[in-house]
């Protein structure tokens, strides 16, 4: 699992996907995935909350809130067998005549897996003035045993060492709307993070001798977010562009110095009624004295399924997908999936060379019948490996 931050909201859309993900992170692929969450390692991780609600509270037809609690299992090659809760509220108001839905969002989720690994993860999303203004906060506590095998995109697998993470933190992301569904904003993150369980002598310990392996974390920076998405719970037409920059300097407050550059493009493709074709290319760049578990990490549970979340790392991620997601019958659906990527030392070491491929299959089941809102079932191979993820809403 990854644990970052997302602009889209990692736990929103994927309940952290405790399997991986993107995010918790941190993706952006720091605490939320690769994706994820981005001062500090969350998870790519690893798409909105996955709920069902369970009661609904009346209220005028422009606002509608709805509440759930729901227990979750996951499941993915980075934590097996994953246990947990959360409990959401949200605005559930019908879809505007005219121009995407901007709900209102609060949740806390509690998880564990049987590998020991443990998260914390509170977030807010909020927006007022007709959606002018647009405000987002998480928290974040992770303990989370994994593993490494080097920086490159060719380690070896008997390189494999075992350490633990672990992280605390908070973002906040502030944004003006400057245009049509454009916003651009400031984000702040601040939190710790230290490398653990280190073996002498092993993959870890090499990487921790040149880098600091723990200390505080934080950033400052800046966002800017286009989103025409029907529905960010379910996209069947639209578009979600995001691009952010974060600077992280130990003369002001952290215990590294590093910049992260991030850009996410998602186009979503309505081909008649029954299909639509999800695409995504992503791209992060993380020079400078970077933790461990902020160095972009190939694979996970929503960007190359089929190779475990961080099985490649280095300082420059590129990767892009497709998803077709096709309707069955009743509440059944079926998406077959593929991309290709890799990771490199630099922009300018950008080459074809052990590229990296997978590709899959997944079965959708609806627990939302008004709303896209999907249990999600993948199977995933790539050259050197599979897995399955059973997971809440889509992978991207």
């Known amino acids: 699992m990854h644990r970052r931050w997302h602009a889209d909201r990692p736990l929103l859309r994927a309940v952290v996907a405790i399997a991986a993900g993107t995010a918790l992170g941190v993706s952006r692929a720091a605490w939320a995935g690769d994706g994820a969450p981005a001062v500090g390692p969350v998870a790519p991780a690893p798409a909105h909350l996955p709920v069902v ?18 227990p979750i299992v996951t499941y993915a090659p980075e934590t097996s067998l994953g246990l947990g809760g959360v409990i959401v509220a949200f605005d559930d108001a019908p879809a505007p005549a005219a121009g995407p839905r901007r709900d209102d969002e609060v949740a806390l989720f509690l998880g564990a897996t049987l590998r020991k690994q443990f998260v914390v993860n509170g977030e807010m999303l909020k927006y007022w003035r007709d959606a002018r203004y647009r405000l987002t906060e998480e928290a974040t506590a992770v303990r ?23 992280m605390f933190g908070s973002r906040t992301a502030f944004s003006v709307r400057a245009m049509e569904e454009v916003y651009v904003g400031a984000v702040l993150a601040a939190g710790s993070y230290r490398t653990g369980s280190v073996t002498p002598g092993g993959a870890v310990a090499a990487y921790v001798t040149g880098h600091p392996d723990g200390g505080a974390l934080a950033s400052l920076g800046a966002m800017i977010l286009r989103d025409t998405r029907d529905d960010a719970m379910g996209p069947r037409s639209g578009s979600l562009s995001t ?150 809403g889509e992978a991207f």
Do not use: M
């Not at 369970?54 to 729901?70: E, Y």
């Not at 989370?144 to 672990?166: C, I, K, R």
């Open 144 to 166: 989370f045993p994994n593993y490494f095998w080097g920086v490159g995109n060719d380690t070896p697998e008997h390189a494999q060492d075992l350490y633990t993470q672990g």
């Open 53 to 70: 609600p369970l009661a609904a509270s009346p209220g005028p037809p422009a606002r509608r809130w709805d509440w759930g609690l729901l």
């Open 243 to 392: 691009l952010t920059v974060l600077l992280s300097d130990r003369r002001v407050a952290s215990g590294f110095t590093y910049q992260q550059y991030e850009l996410d493009q998602r186009n979503y493709l309505p081909l008649g009624r029954r299909t639509v074709l999800a695409l995504e290319a992503y791209g992060r760049a993380v020079p400078g004295d970077v933790p461990l578990d902020e160095l972009p990490a190939l694979g996970g549970a929503a960007r190359l399924r089929g190779y475990y979340q961080g099985r490649f790392r280095d300082h420059v991620y590129l990767v892009g997908q497709f998803e077709a997601r096709i309707h069955l019958f009743s509440r059944f659906s079926v998406a077959p999936f593929g991309g290709v990527g890799n990771v490199f030392p630099t922009l300018r070491a950008i080459s074809t060379t052990h590229t990296k491929v997978a590709g899959g299959v997944g079965l959708r089941f609806s627990l939302k019948k008004e709303r896209d809102l999907n249990l999600r079932l993948d199977l995933a191979k790539s050259a050197i490996s599979s897995g399955v993820y059973v997971n809440i």
